[in-house]
C-alpha cells in the first residue's frame, strides 16, 4: 500500500536561510547533522531556535524525519526522549515528517522499513538532481509499503532493536580495543625515550 494512504505526510519547518540560534525559547531545531539511523535524534546537539510562521508542526512522539535531500535518504523516529528533553521541536526544511495515522501500523515498524533496502532503492530511483539529490513530496506519497500484522511487525521491531544494542556493543569493544592498543604503543615508545643511548662500538 501506498505511504499517502497509511500516514500524513508534511515538511519540515519552513526556515529561510540559516536556522538563527535563540537560547531559552524552549523549542529546538532538528537539522541532518542531528539525526543518524543508528542513533536517532542527538537532542543535546540541537540548538534553540524562534521559529516564525507556523506554530502547528512541532514534532510528536512516534513521527518519522525522513530526510528529502543527500545520497541516503534515512528515516528517524521520534521517541520518548523527546519527551524526556522537556522541549519542543521542529523539524528543519530538509526533513519530510511522517506521521502514522493507519490504526494497525507500529510508527516502529515504518521508520524500519523505511530504511530498509527495497525503500532505499525506491529512493535511489526516483530521486531528482545532479549534485544534490532530492526526493519530491509525490515519490514519498508513492512508496510502496508492506504491513504485516501487528504481532510480526512487533517481533520486527524487537528483532531490530536486539540488533541495534549488539551494534553498539561491537562498536564500544571495537573502541575499547583501539585504546588499548594506543594506550600500548605510547608506553612503549615513553619507554624507549627513556632508555640510555646504546655506546658507540670502539674500533
Known sequence: MQLKYLAKISAGHPFRGRIAES?????????MKDASTPDGVNWAGCIETEPTG????CLQVGDIL???RGSHNYAVLIDDALTASGKQAVAAPQFFIVRATAAQL???YLCWFLNQPPCQRYFDLNAEG??????KRNALDQIPIAVPDLTR?????????TLRQELRLIEQLRRNGEQLQAA???Q???????EPAAATPYR
Open 23 to 31: 537560547r531559552g525559547s524552549g523549542i529546538v531545531a532538528v537539522q
Open 184 to 186: 600500548m604503543a605510547n
Open 130 to 135: 545532479t549534485l544534490t539529490k532530492a526526493i
Open 106 to 108: 507500529l510508527p516502529e
Open 54 to 57: 507556523r506554530r502547528d508542526d
Open 153 to 161: 511487525q512487533q517481533a520486527i521491531v524487537g528483532l531490530a532493536h
Open 66 to 68: 525522513v530526510a528529502a
Open 188 to 194: 612503549l615508545a615513553a619507554d624507549l625515550l627513556a
